[in-house]
């Protein structure tokens, strides 16, 4: 579980150095990703050398439409999380910025890949574009390998189980905004996680009988506004056991916020989480969110909301649909 991140224009170390890269925004680590990766975790052993991701920070779409914060599914923490539970040796960062988008494909490819990564072989999708208005593509690659020494694989896309759709972050993204949570899992491989701090709230679940953890959340967060059953770790413990919980993503309709919170019951847990970071897995969708019109009626309803996130949990720790894929089973084993 290596989780070396290589700051934009910090060098590769000299030992990582002639590894194998699989390049592209990788947003969400998705199934179609996971095979792309396995082809380089396979080149790389074919080497004998190491492997790592190559990805962009922040995602172009923020760079050319800074106003509208994007959902991201895996910002670049939990990115460099689950590809090092891949078995990746590292994380590279290459920063979308002007100078970046300004670059010609060749130049891209020679300065960025060649010299500053030094990489031995590069896996990519067969839609990665790159470059100045995106005139590089797959061919691109090969021809640019070919000149300086380095081999290139192209992925073909990847479907679902039926040979149908494609794995999509886009589809996964909407899946999540419509409370979908299963589905988003089939597509991912693993139960959709958060990863952020816990920081202080207003403490008003103390007074009800429900204290919470309060996770702050990467801006343009928008899964769909309700209860969840999750499961929660503390992200420097690995090996940890989880807590069961009952998350809250939304607005506090019956206390008129104006704010979005992620708010997390653990149950049974009593002590002090601030500061630390935290792991959230949303493993399925209770009910929406709605505004109550008295504060017991709201205690009522999160009485029966906890003991549903309960039933739901258990039911998933016995039979685990998502039991066959490997971050799945890091989830499960709390090595991711």
């Known amino acids: 579980m290596d989780r070396i991140i290589v700051e934009a224009g910090a060098p590769l170390p000299a030992a990582l150095r002639g590894a194998v890269i699989a390049i592209g925004n990788f947003d969400g680590i998705h199934r179609g990703h996971q095979q792309l990766l396995a082809e380089a975790r396979s080149e790389a052993e074919r080497r004998n050398t190491h492997w790592g991701l190559v990805t962009f920070e922040p995602h172009p779409r923020t760079f050319f439409r800074p106003a509208e914060p994007a959902f991201r599914l895996t910002p670049l923490p939990l990115k460099a999380r689950l590809v090092g539970a891949l078995g990746a040796s590292f994380t590279a960062v290459l920063a979308f910025d002007a100078r970046l988008a300004a670059m010609t494909p060749e130049d891209f490819v020679r300065q960025e890949l060649s010299e500053r990564l030094g990489v031995s072989h590069v896996v990519t999708g067969y839609d990665f574009h790159f470059g100045h208005g995106r005139k590089g593509t797959p061919e691109t690659m090969r021809e ?183 971050l799945a089973q890091a989830q499960k084993a709390g090595t991711l």
């Open 144 to 326: 640019l390998g070919r000149q300086l020494g380095f081999g290139v694989t192209v992925i073909d896309q990847v479907t679902d189980d039926n040979g149908f759709a494609p794995f999509s972050s886009s589809a996964i993204r909407d899946s999540l905004r419509h409370g979908h949570v299963s589905e988003a899992a089939r597509q991912l491989g693993y139960w959709w996680t958060v990863e952020g701090e816990v920081v202080q709230g207003d403490q008003r679940g103390r007074t009800i009988g429900f204290p919470t953890l309060n996770i702050v959340l990467p801006d343009g967060s928008e899964p769909f506004q309700g209860i969840y059953a999750v499961r929660v770790r503390d992200a420097a413990k690995p090996g940890a056991p989880h807590w069961r919980g009952a998350g809250y993503f939304g607005r506090r309709p019956t206390f008129a916020s104006e704010k979005t919170f992620l708010e997390v019951y653990l149950m049974g847990f009593k002590g002090d989480l601030y500061g630390k970071t935290m792991l959230v897995e949303f493993i399925d969708m209770i009910r929406p969110d709605r505004r109550f019109d008295t504060i017991d009626d709201l205690v009522a309803q999160m009485n029966l909301d906890c003991a549903e996130a309960e039933k739901r949990l258990a039911a998933v720790e016995t039979h685990d649909p998502l039991s066959a894929f490997p």
